[in-house]
């Protein structure tokens, strides 16, 4: 058994978002013993409306975090995680370390950037931005303040996706030529409100207003918060940005492109959401090419993972599988003179551990960055009804001033990037 960790040895940490995936990364964040988490922040205080329409808030977050902390203790109980309606105040507090940040789309860039600036080390979920421009900033200002950085596309750290990366990164299924990332469609009721998407009062400890934050200024409405924003462009991109921080990235990481992109978008096809408020695509297909002739085919259409076609063989990958053509590809264990990618066995735990060491995580701001600007390219030539090219140095359309226009969004006075 480890020695227990001394409080003065922790790394201490603020939960900004306590919804749905927040309220799950915070759970891997209490099993490290290294962690302490010592504030939680969300606009909303406590309501149904998340993951099956359960209950969720700042609240719910507190009084979870202050149980499991109270087991033990031998007065069972504990008291020492504060509560915040508004993110500046967790980033203004000079003892907390990290913040774990798991908002809405929208609210990605602005407290990524800030909390950079004011020092603070990231675990930032996916998609990482709203935009190809905000995703931008949100790197630089990582980089620029120097701050580690884990992206929630936990993927990275499964052994299965690393070994199908590492089989083709070493030519076991000779050239690659394609590679189908398969997503799911639709516009699933995770938050079973899709039948309230009409203007209703504002929820009393809800400060809607803070929540649209920099987004255009909209009715309230059930069916347009909590877990159900992804269905609404205001604040995501639908499934296609939604599993866009899983199965691109992991296609760029065995096509050696994490730091790059795409030269082109083509081919696209969808059916969007004609609901009252929902309006993300339900049904899609578009084809990125990449200047080393790699086509990456992003679709709804295909089988769900990815999969990686060569001149010699393929091999597929989803959560809990992998397979391969021919089976003997599997054999195959990378040694020492091999390409051998980056080993993280478990996400959170590598994110603390290069906190405390200062090193590059497994799923670093600048590779999240490039593999969601592929989802964001196909929702844009999806949108616009019409192919792209790309410059992945400049990160501009060539030759198509419409598309560039979308690249950001203007924000909602007063919250602005700077």
């Not at 798991?102 to 675990?123: C, E, F, M, N, T």
Request: proline residues 5%; glycine residues 10%.
């Amino acid at each position: 058994m480890a020695a227990p960790v001394a409080p003065s040895e922790r790394v201490t940490m603020g939960l900004i978002g306590a919804g749905n995936q927040g309220l799950n990364d915070l759970k891997g964040f209490l099993r490290d013993e290294r962690v302490q988490v010592v504030a939680v922040c969300d606009v909303n205080k406590e309501s149904p409306g998340y993951w099956d329409g359960g209950v969720a808030g700042r609240e719910p977050a507190r009084q979870f975090i202050e149980w499991n902390y109270a087991r033990e203790k031998k007065s069972g109980t504990w008291k020492g995680c504060a509560a915040y309606e508004d993110f500046r105040q967790v980033l203004a507090r000079k003892d907390i370390d990290t913040v774990l940040i798991a908002l809405p789309d929208h609210w990605h860039s602005i407290p990524v950037i800030q909390a950079a600036r004011a020092g603070k080390d990231i675990y930032g979920e996916k998609p990482l931005a709203l935009t190809i421009g905000e995703g931008r900033a949100m790197s630089d200002a990582v980089r620029e303040s120097k701050r580690v950085f884990q992206c929630g596309s936990q993927q990275k750290s499964d052994v299965r996706f690393r070994k199908a990366c590492e089989i083709v990164r070493n030519g076991r299924i000779g050239k690659l030529h394609t590679v189908l990332c398969g997503l799911p469609g639709g516009t699933p009721d995770f938050g079973r409100t899709q039948d309230r998407q009409d203007e209703e009062p504002v929820p009393e400890g809800f400060n809607y207003d803070m929540w649209l934050g920099p987004a255009p200024d909209a009715p309230y409405a059930p069916g347009r918060c909590h877990v159900n924003f992804r269905w609404i462009l205001d604040y995501s991109g639908g499934q296609i940005t939604d599993w866009g921080g899983h199965h691109p990235d992991i296609a760029h990481w065995g096509m050696g492109m994490e730091l790059s992109g795409p030269v082109a978008i083509q081919n696209g096809q969808a059916t969007w959401a004609k609901e009252k408020l929902w309006n993300t695509a339900t049904d899609f297909h578009f084809e990125a090419l990449y200047a080393n002739g790699v086509k990456m085919i992003y679709s709804s259409r295909v089988r769900g993972g990815v999969t990686f076609q060569g001149s010699e063989g393929w091999v597929w990958v989803n959560r809990g599988a992998i397979e391969a053509s021919p089976m003997s590809l599997l054999d195959f264990e990378a040694g020492e003179k091999d390409v051998r990618l980056y080993r993280s066995a478990n996400h959170m735990r590598n994110f603390i551990d290069c906190v405390k060491s200062r090193q590059e995580t497994v799923a670093p701001i600048e590779q999240a960055h490039r593999s969601i600007t592929v989802a964001h390219l196909g929702n844009i030539s999806l949108r616009l009804g019409r192919d792209l090219k790309w410059d992945p140095v400049k990160e501009r359309c060539i030759g198509d001033e419409a598309a560039n226009q979308m690249l950001m969004r203007p924000m909602r006075k007063p919250w602005s990037l700077s």
